[in-house]
């Protein structure tokens, strides 16, 4: 088998990742977690992963003047789903939340310029949003550009100032409203720290095991099986 992962490690220099499943999440996760970044803030489309064929896709023009605030993409290998839900239902005392069957969500804070999406960054879970989406569970971890000259001292979200966490709030509170709509689709009911959003990232990452299991076994055996076909 040994050499068969060799093979594939090898194909991956080749062949470029998908970004959900081909890339990892990291070895310090959830302490530093890579993330794959379909939007920033200059963005008037929204981006979002085709989870087919691992290319960015054009979701929709942005709707309203609402832009997101900050790199906003997904932390690969994670999924949220049975694991998801029921932690949203413990911390909510609420019945019936499902995961949204995405991989996780994650805003990264930086005070550099970074002009395009459709990248890789590492970074620093700090907090997140418990956003309920129409009655799923829709979390939204808050991470900080690992090694960020300015942000670097912040190590929970608490430390953030209140405007910017309003600021955040805002945009995933209004994104998929009309102006004046009576009440909003989605709501968010807590926002948590450091800890929590890390025990969010493992419980994601072992819905994603639980579903897709480990993608690099599976192609290593699936590609066993086949030359060993081909030798009978």
Same mark, same amino acid.
């Given at each position: 088998?040994?050499?068969?992962?060799?093979?594939?490690?090898?194909?991956?220099?080749?062949?470029?990742?998908?970004?959900?499943?081909?890339?990892?999440?990291?070895?310090?996760?959830?302490?530093?977690?890579?993330?794959?970044?379909?939007?920033?803030?200059?963005?008037?489309?929204?981006?979002?992963?085709?989870?087919?064929?691992?290319?960015?896709?054009?979701?929709?023009?942005?709707?309203?003047?609402?832009?997101?605030? +900050?790199?906003?993409?997904? @932390?690969?290998?994670?999924?949220?789903?049975? !694991?998801?839900?029921?932690?949203?239902?413990?911390?909510?005392?609420?019945?019936?939340?499902?995961?949204?069957?995405?991989?996780?969500?994650?805003?990264?804070?930086?005070? !550099?310029?970074?002009?395009?999406?459709?990248?890789?960054?590492?970074?620093?879970? @700090?907090?997140?949003?418990?956003?309920?989406?129409?009655?799923? +569970?829709?979390?939204?971890?808050?991470?900080?550009?690992?090694?960020?000259?300015?942000?670097?001292?912040?190590?929970?979200?608490?430390?953030?100032?209140?405007?910017?966490?309003?600021?955040?709030?805002?945009?995933?509170?209004?994104?998929?409203?009309?102006?004046?709509?009576?009440?909003?689709?989605?709501?968010?009911?807590?926002?948590?720290?450091?800890?929590?959003?890390?025990?969010?990232?493992?419980?994601?990452?072992?819905?994603?095991?639980?579903?897709?299991?480990? @993608?690099?076994?599976?192609?290593?055996?699936?590609?066993?099986? +086949? @030359?060993?076909?081909?030798?009978?």
């Amino acid at each position: 088998m040994s050499k068969i992962n060799e093979v594939w490690d090898l194909a991956s220099l080749r062949y470029t990742s998908h970004p959900w499943h081909g890339i990892s999440i990291g070895e310090k996760a959830p302490d530093i977690v890579t993330c794959f970044i379909e939007l920033i803030p200059s963005d008037t489309v929204k981006y979002e992963l085709d989870k087919y064929s691992g290319y960015l896709k054009v979701d929709r023009p942005q709707k309203f003047s609402s832009l997101v605030p +900050a790199l906003y993409g997904f @932390i690969p290998q994670t999924y949220c789903n049975e !694991r998801i839900g029921e932690f949203c239902e413990k911390q909510t005392g609420r019945n019936e939340i499902v995961g949204d069957g995405d991989p996780l969500d994650v805003l990264v804070l930086s005070e !550099r310029n970074i002009n395009h999406g459709n990248i890789l960054v590492h970074a620093i879970p @700090i907090g997140g949003f418990r956003m309920i989406d129409g009655g799923e +569970a829709d979390d939204k971890i808050i991470a900080i550009l690992q090694q960020d000259e300015v942000y670097k001292d912040w190590k929970d979200v608490s430390d953030l100032p209140e405007s910017l966490i309003n600021r955040l709030k805002h945009y995933f509170l209004t994104y998929k409203d009309m102006p004046g709509a009576e009440m909003s689709r989605c709501e968010i009911t807590h926002t948590y720290g450091a800890e929590e959003a890390k025990e969010v990232i493992r419980l994601s990452q072992q819905d994603y095991l639980d579903n897709f299991g480990n @993608i690099h076994s599976k192609l290593s055996r699936a590609a066993w099986d +086949a @030359i060993n076909r081909i030798k009978k």
